[in-house]
C-alpha cells in the first residue's frame, strides 16, 4: 500500500514528508494505522547524529513514540485482531530473551536490531521509497507515518476506551521519566530529588519522584517555562542552572545533596554531568537518562568521590520499565487523575507541520509536541 512518512534523508537536514511503499505484514508482524507519536528528543539526536551507530543511518523513518489502530496481522500473531488499539514500546519486549525473563524487558534482546532498523525476524524491509529503496526505521517502529509495520513484541494492547490521542507519550516520554526516578533512581519517601533538564521526560521524572515521596524535587532547567511547567508537576523548587542548585544545597538538602540527580537534559555530556555529580550527598545515585553523543570518550566524574562518599553513576534506559506491566499500570494512573499527562502536550501538529514542531522543541517551547494523524 501507499502511505505517508517523515523521513530522515540525510544527518542534518530537516525531515522529508513523502510518499512511501509499505509491504504487508508478515509472520509476527502487525500493520498499524498510526493515532497519534510524539516527537521526543531521541529523534533529534538521529537527525543530528549524536547517536550513530545506535540508530540506523539514513535513509530512516523517525518516530518511536506511537499508538494507532491495528489493520492488519501477519500469520502467527493470534492475541491482536484488527480494530485492536495498540501502544508502541521503543524497546520491543520479546518476553523471552534472558533480560525479558529477568523482568527487564527495557534492556530486551531484540533491540539488537536498532542499528539495523529492519524487521526483527527476517532482517529485511517493508518500508520502501517509491523508487524501490529500503526505508529504515527509528526503533524499528517509525511512528512518524501514517502506517507502518512491526513486529507484535513492540505492541502493548490497551483499551478501546482510553484516550488514543494521550496514549502514544506511554510509548517513551512517561515510562521513561516516570521509571528514571521510581525504578532507576529508587526513589524513595522523604529523599531529595534533583531533575535536571524539565522536558518530556524530565517532567515525568519530577511527577515519579513526586509519587513515590520526595520531600524536595527541585527542578533544573535554563528556561522559564520549563521551570513553571516544572512546578505543576510536581516540584517543590526550581534552579535556572547547576550552579544556581549548587547555591541552595543549604535550603534545599540541609548541605547534604540531593539524593538522587536524575539527568534529562536535551542532551547529555560529560562536562555537565561533572557538575551535576557533584549536587548528589553521600549514598546518592545519579541517574543518566539523557542520551550523551556516541562519539564522547570520557565523563569528567571525580572518581575519588564515589568511593568516599560511595556515590554511584546508573545509566537508565526506558525508565528500567517492564512495559507489559508498566504501561497499563500507568495509563491507570492518569485515568484516575493521579498523573498529568494532557499537561505534557503543549502542542499539536499535523505530519507535514513536523519540522515546525521539532523547532518548537529546539525554542524550548514545547513540553512534548505531538502529531496527530487522522
Ligand atoms: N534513556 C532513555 O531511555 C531515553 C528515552 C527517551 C529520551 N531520552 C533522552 O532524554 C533526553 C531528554 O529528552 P526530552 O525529549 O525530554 O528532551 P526535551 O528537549 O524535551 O527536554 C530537554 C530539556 O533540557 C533542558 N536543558 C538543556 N540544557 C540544560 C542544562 N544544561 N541544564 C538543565 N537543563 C537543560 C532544556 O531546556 C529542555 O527543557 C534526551 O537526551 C533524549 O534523547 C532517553
Ligand atoms: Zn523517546
Ligand atoms: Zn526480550
Redesign the pocket.
Known amino acids: 500500500m501507499r502511505t505517508r512518512a517523515a523521513v530522515l534523508r540525510e544527518l542534518h537536514q530537516p525531515w522529508s514528508v513523502e510518499e512511501i511503499e509499505l509491504d504487508p505484514p508478515k509472520h509476527g508482524e502487525v500493520l498499524v494505522k498510526l493515532a497519534a507519536s510524539g516527537m521526543?528528543?531521541?529523534d533529534?539526536?538521529a537527525m543530528d547524529g549524536h547517536?550513530a551507530g545506535i540508530v540506523p543511518p539514513p535513509p530512516m523513518i523517525g518516530g518511536h513514540e506511537g499508538s494507532g489502530v491495528v489493520q492488519e496481522v501477519g500469520e502467527g500473531v493470534d492475541w491482536l485482531e484488527p480494530g485492536d488499539h495498540v501502544i508502541f514500546g521503543?524497546v520491543p519486549a520479546c518476553g523471552r530473551c534472558p533480560s525479558c525473563a529477568a523482568g527487564h524487558s527495557?534492556l530486551c534482546d531484540e533491540a539488537a536490531a536498532f542499528p539495523e532498523g529492519t524487521q526483527i525476524t527476517d532482517h529485511t524491509a517493508r518500508h520502501h521509497t517509491l523508487d524501490g529503496e529500503d526505508l529504515t526505521l527509528m526503533c524499528l517502529l517509525g511512528t512518524f507515518a501514517e502506517h507502518t509495520v512491526v513486529n507484535e513484541a513492540s505492541c502493548i494492547k490497551i483499551d478501546k476506551d482510553w484516550p488514543l490521542d494521550k496514549a502514544c507519550l506511554f510509548g517513551?516520554?512517561v515510562v521513561?521519566?516516570w521509571g528514571?526516578a521510581v525504578y532507576s533512581a529508587g526513589v524513595e519517601p522523604g529523599d531529595y530529588v534533583a531533575v535536571?533538564?524539565?522536558?518530556?521526560?524530565?517532567?515525568n521524572a519530577i511527577q515519579g519522584a513526586k509519587m513515590a515521596g520526595a520531600r524536595v524535587v527541585a527542578a533544573?532547567?535554563?528556561?522559564e517555562f520549563?521551570r513553571e511547567k516544572a512546578m505543576e508537576f510536581g516540584a517543590t523548587h526550581a534552579f535556572s542552572?547547576?550552579e544556581e542548585a549548587m547555591g541552595n544545597l543549604g535550603d534545599t538538602t540541609w548541605d547534604r545533596g540531593y539524593d538522587k540527580v536524575i539527568m534529562?537534559?536535551?542532551?547529555?555530556d560529560g562536562e555537565?554531568l561533572g557538575q551535576a555529580f557533584n549536587l548528589g550527598g553521600k549514598r546518592s545515585k545519579i541517574v543518566?537518562?539523557?542520551?550523551h553523543s556516541t562519539a564522547e570518550g570520557s565523563i569528567a566524574v571525580p572518581a575519588i568521590m564515589m568511593t568516599m562518599m560511595e556515590k554511584q553513576v546508573v545509566?537508565?534506559?526506558?525508565?528500567s520499565a517492564n512495559i507489559r506491566k508498566d504501561i497499563p499500570r500507568l495509563f491507570e494512573l492518569y485515568l484516575a487523575g493521579q498523573l498529568k499527562i494532557d499537561e505534557l502536550i503543549t502542542r499539536t501538529y499535523t505530519l507535514d507541520q513536523i519540522n515546525e514542531g521539532y523547532q518548537a522543541?529546539r525554542d524550548?517551547e514545547?513540553?512534548?509536541g505531538v502529531i496527530m494523524f487522522d
Open positions: 521526543c528528543h531521541s533529534e539526536h547517536i521503543f527495557n517513551c516520554g521513561t521519566g528514571s535536571v533538564g524539565c522536558g518530556g521526560i524530565g517532567s533544573i532547567d535554563p528556561i520549563k542552572s547547576i534529562t537534559m536535551g542532551t547529555g555537565t543518566i537518562t539523557n542520551l545509566g537508565a534506559l526506558f525508565g522543541m524550548g514545547n513540553i512534548r
